[in-house]
C-alpha cells in the first residue's frame, strides 16, 4: 500500500517534468545559437548548467525532507527561465541588457513560486506517542540525564570518486587540455568530498542527524517524535546497489547515509513506515539511547527496560 509520504514524493517529481523539459528545451536553444568557433566552450556550459538545473533538483527530491522536496520544486522551475537566459539574449538582441537581467530576475522569483504551489502541502507524518518496543535495547538514563552521542563515519567510495576525479584533471593538464574543465574535475572533486565523503553522526534527545562534517549542513535527519523504536543491525550489502554510497536516497521509504559496503547499522522505523539506516560503530549503544529517550517521553523511564549490550 502506497503511504502519503510516497504519494506527495511522487506528486512533486511529476511537478518537474515541464521544468525538466523547459530545461531541455533551454540547453538545446544555447547550443543552437552557439557563435562560430565556440563549440568546447558551449558544451562544457551545457554539461556543467545541465548538471545543476536537472540534476540537483531531482536529487534534493529524494532527500526525505519536506522543506527539501518544496525547494527543490522551486529550484526546478527557477532553472528551467535561467537556462533560457543567454539564448534568449541571442534570440533578441534588440533588447537592452538591463531589460534582459530584471525581466529574468523577475522571472525566476516567479518561477520559484510557481514551483512552492505546485509542489503543494507536505504528507501527513504522524508523530511517535509510545515507547520503543519490548525487548529492544536501552541504554539506562537517569531522570532528567541529558546526553550526546556522536561519530564521525567516512565514505571511502565517495573518496575513490573524487581521487578519480583530480586523476583525470592532472591528466587534462599535463595534456595541455582545457583549463576549464581542469577546473570543474577539481571544484567536482572538493564539492563531492566536502558535501558527502566525510558525515558526522549525533544522537541526542531530538533525534538523529547526519551532518556534513565540514560545512554542518544536515544529509539526513530522524527527528525523534518520526521513530517508533531503534535497533542495531549488520547491514546486508545484496539490499544495496554496488553505488548506492553517502546519502541514501533509494526510494522515499529508504533514507540515511552509508559509509561501509558492510558492518554495523543504526536502523530506526519510523511512524510513517519508512526505515533510517546509518552505517556506523557502536549503533548498539546508539540504538539503546534513541530507544531509552522513547521510554522517557512516554513517562516509563528505564524500567522494565532490556540490558543495553
Do not use: K
Amino acid at each position: 500500500m502506497t503511504t502519503p509520504v510516497v504519494r506527495t514524493s511522487r506528486r512533486r517529481l511529476l511537478a518537474t517534468a515541464p521544468a525538466t523539459a523547459l530545461t531541455v528545451a533551454g540547453l538545446a536553444a544555447l547550443v543552437a545559437t552557439q557563435p562560430p568557433g565556440r563549440t568546447l566552450q558551449t558544451t562544457l556550459a551545457v554539461v556543467v548548467v545541465g548538471l545543476l538545473a536537472i540534476g540537483l533538483p531531482l536529487l534534493r527530491l529524494r532527500s526525505g525532507r519536506p522543506d527539501v522536496e518544496r525547494r527543490a520544486v522551486g529550484t526546478a522551475w527557477a532553472f528551467a527561465v535561467i537556462v533560457w537566459w543567454v539564448p534568449g539574449t541571442r534570440l533578441a538582441p534588440q533588447v537592452p541588457g538591463w531589460a534582459w537581467t530584471a525581466g529574468v530576475l523577475a522571472a525566476v522569483a516567479a518561477a520559484y513560486g510557481i514551483g512552492h504551489l505546485l509542489a503543494g502541502p507536505d504528507a501527513p507524518r504522524p508523530s511517535a506517542t509510545g515507547s520503543a518496543p519490548a525487548g529492544a535495547v536501552r541504554t539506562p538514563l537517569a531522570p532528567g540525564e541529558r546526553y550526546l552521542w556522536a561519530r564521525t563515519v567516512l565514505s571511502r567510495p565517495t573518496l575513490v570518486v573524487a581521487a578519480v576525479l583530480l586523476l583525470a584533471a592532472v591528466a587534462q593538464l599535463a595534456a595541455g587540455g582545457s583549463a576549464v574543465l581542469v577546473v570543474v574535475l577539481v571544484a567536482a572533486a572538493v564539492v563531492s568530498t566536502a558535501l558527502t565523503a566525510v558525515a558526522r553522526v549525533r544522537v541526542d534527545g531530538d533525534g538523529v542527524h547526519v551532518r556534513q562534517a565540514l560545512l554542518g549542513r544536515p544529509l539526513a535527519e530522524a527527528p525523534l517524535t518520526e521513530v517508533r523504536g531503534a535497533r542495531s543491525e549488520q547491514l546486508d550489502p545484496e539490499r544495496f546497489g554496488w553505488n548506492e554510497y553517502g546519502v541514501l536516497r533509494r526510494s522515499p521509504s529508504v533514507l540515511g547515509y552509508r559509509a561501509r559496503r558492510a558492518g554495523e547499522a543504526l536502523v530506526l522505523d519510523l511512524t510513517d513506515d519508512r526505515r533510517f539506516v546509518v552505517t556506523v560503530p557502536d549503533a548498539a549503544t546508539a540504538a539503546g539511547l534513541v530507544n531509552a529517550e522513547l521510554d522517557r517521553r512516554a513517562g516509563r523511564g528505564a524500567a522494565g527496560a532490556a540490558p543495553s549490550c
